[in-house]
Structures are given as structure tokens and as C-alpha cells.
């Protein structure tokens, strides 16, 4: 199974910053996923972060607000821009393992905006 | 339109009592069927991956059945520590997965 690490776990936010979540995995990953999740809510896929191009975009997701790097297949990086309180979530990386058989998430980052 | 629908959204167990969780699916092409076990704070814990009606997988108290409509978590004899919220996803075209709601198990000794 991959292992997933991201930074930070948590971080509390003036409203109009940016922060940028890292996501790091303990081994070569096609294909990497952004997904938010929202207090007391499922998780909803922001963007698929494609390796050498740019990431593709989920209704309701756009790049100025979420943009993503992939750098290459073990990293990745989100920055949620411009907050604002409604983007107080949890944001979660997740990869897909070999053969589409298992996908794992890392612990998730804790966003809270003020 | 891909969806899936979990049900009960929450669920009360007395240790020992076993029952199931309901996750129903429409999508074009099923690529499979995953279960997440998520505690709060955590990241969702991978449990199961389903492919074809039919098949079954268990693990431990846990046991994933999957039909072409439909997908069963039974739960034997629950134990407090299996108190967490269980999530059920389906995985169509490009990898992505998309989540049911979720249900929200409490097992009390």
C-alpha cells in the first residue's frame, strides 16, 4: 500500500491568503487526486493532478481559485487562493494504486478560515 | 449522472448486534465498488474493493458484497472500536471515485 504523507496537518487562516497543501507519497503514483470534504459532508474530487500538464478540473473547481503543480509521480502540491470562511474544510490527497485496485488517502489537511 | 446513495445515514448498535449498510449505485461502467472506514480527524482507511457482481470480501468483523445495483457492508457482532463513519465509493472512467454521504456507526457496549 502507498504511503501518503501532507503538510501541513492543520492551519488556521486570515480570510484573503493562500495556502498551499503538499502531498507526498512513498512511491511512483499515475494518477493523483485532490478532494475536499466539507464539515459533516462526503468527500467531493476537486481536480486529478496530471504529471507534465495541467491538472483537470471537476463542475464547480477552477484553477484560479485551486491551482495545482504535479512536479512529477511522487508529489503534488494545492493552494487553495483568496480564502474565505466557506473554504474551511478538510482537504485530502489520494492515489490510485496498481491496477486501479486499491486508493489511499493521505491523513488530510485541517483548514479553517477566519 | 454517476451518483450513490448510502443508507442509514446513522446507525446505533448495541456490541454484538449485527446489521448491514446499504450503498446503491448508478454509473457508466463500473470500474468498482471501494468501502472506507473514516475516523474523525483521519483520512478515510481503505477496506475493500469490489469488481463484479457476485464477489464478496471480508475482513475481520467486515464482509462487502456487491450486486449491479447495489453493495452490502455486514457487520458481525460489532465492538465499540468498530464505531466510524463508512463511506462507499464507485470508481468510473480516469480513476477519480465518487463518494456516497456516508453512514455513521455507533456501537455501544
Known amino acids: 500500500s502507498a504511503v501518503i504523507s501532507q503538510k501541513p496537518s492543520r492551519d488556521i487562516c486570515q480570510r484573503g491568503t493562500s495556502l498551499t497543501i503538499q502531498c507526498q507519497v512513498d512511491s511512483q503514483v499515475t494518477m493523483m487526486f485532490w478532494y475536499r470534504q466539507q464539515p459533516g459532508q462526503s468527500l467531493t474530487l476537486i481536480a486529478t493532478a496530471n504529471q507534465g500538464s495541467e491538472a483537470t478540473y471537476e463542475s464547480g473547481f477552477v484553477i484560479d481559485k485551486f491551482p495545482i503543480s504535479r512536479p512529477n509521480l511522487t508529489f503534488s502540491t494545492l493552494t487553495v487562493s483568496n480564502m474565505s470562511p466557506e473554504d474551511s474544510s478538510i482537504y485530502l490527497c489520494s492515489v490510485v494504486g496498481g491496477l486501479n485496485t486499491e486508493a489511499f488517502f493521505g491523513q488530510g489537511t485541517r483548514l479553517t478560515v477566519v | 449522472e454517476d451518483q450513490v446513495t448510502q443508507s442509514p445515514e446513522a446507525l446505533r448498535l448495541q456490541e454484538g448486534e449485527s446489521s448491514s449498510l446499504n450503498c446503491s449505485y448508478t454509473v457508466s461502467g463500473l470500474r468498482g465498488l471501494f468501502w472506507y472506514r473514516q475516523d474523525p480527524g483521519k483520512g478515510p482507511e481503505f477496506l475493500f474493493t469490489l469488481y463484479s457482481a457476485g464477489e464478496e470480501k471480508e475482513k475481520e468483523r467486515l464482509k462487502a458484497t456487491l450486486t449491479k445495483k447495489e453493495s452490502f457492508l455486514h457487520i458481525t457482532a460489532p465492538k465499540p472500536e468498530d464505531s466510524a463513519t463508512y463511506l462507499c465509493?464507485?470508481?468510473?472512467?480516469?480513476?477519480?471515485?465518487?463518494f456516497g454521504q456516508g453512514t455513521e456507526l455507533s456501537v455501544k457496549p
Open positions: 465509493a464507485v470508481q468510473a472512467g480516469g480513476g477519480k471515485l465518487i
